[in-house]
C-alpha cells in the first residue's frame, strides 16, 4: 500500500495560515486519488479536501471552502494542503491519505492508505 508522510503541523494564530505536505512512496501516485482528512479530540475523523489524479478536480468540505486549497505535484509524489484564515475549530489531527478508485470520496472507508498525522493547533 506504499507510504504516506505528512509535514508543516504546528501552533498558529486565529486567522493565520499554514501549508501542510505529504510526500508518497510505493504507490503510482498519478493514479492515486489523493485526500486529507482530520479528527479533533472526542470527534470522529472527517472529509477536508480530495484532489484528482492530475488535479483537475477537487472537493471540499463544507466548513474549508474557500478558505483550504488542495492541489499535487505528480513529479514529486507530493499532495499539499494550503489552509488560510484559520480558525480555533480547525485544530486537529491532520492526515493525508489515497485511494485507487476513479473517483473523488469522502468517506474513510473509501481511501486504503493513510498517514501518520500532524498536528495542527489554531490559538491565541
Known amino acids: 500500500q506504499g507510504q504516506l508522510v505528512e509535514s508543516g503541523g504546528g501552533l498558529v494564530q486565529p486567522g493565520g495560515s499554514l501549508r501542510l505536505s505529504c510526500a508518497a512512496s510505493g504507490r503510482t501516485f498519478s493514479r492515486d486519488i489523493m485526500g486529507w482528512f482530520r479528527q479533533a479530540p472526542g470527534k470522529e475523523r472527517e472529509f477536508v479536501a480530495a484532489i484528482s489524479r492530475i488535479g483537475g478536480s477537487t472537493s471540499y468540505a463544507d466548513s474549508v471552502k474557500a478558505r483550504f486549497t488542495i492541489s499535487r505535484d505528480n513529479a514529486k509524489n507530493t499532495v499539499y494542503l494550503q489552509m488560510n484564515s484559520l480558525k480555533p475549530e480547525d485544530t486537529a489531527v491532520y492526515y493525508c491519505?489515497?485511494?485507487?478508485?476513479?473517483?473523488?470520496?469522502?468517506?474513510?472507508?473509501?481511501?486504503?492508505?493513510w498517514g501518520q498525522g500532524t498536528q495542527v493547533t489554531v490559538s491565541s
Open positions: 491519505t489515497a485511494r485507487t478508485g476513479p473517483s473523488l470520496r469522502t468517506g474513510v472507508r473509501d481511501y486504503d492508505a
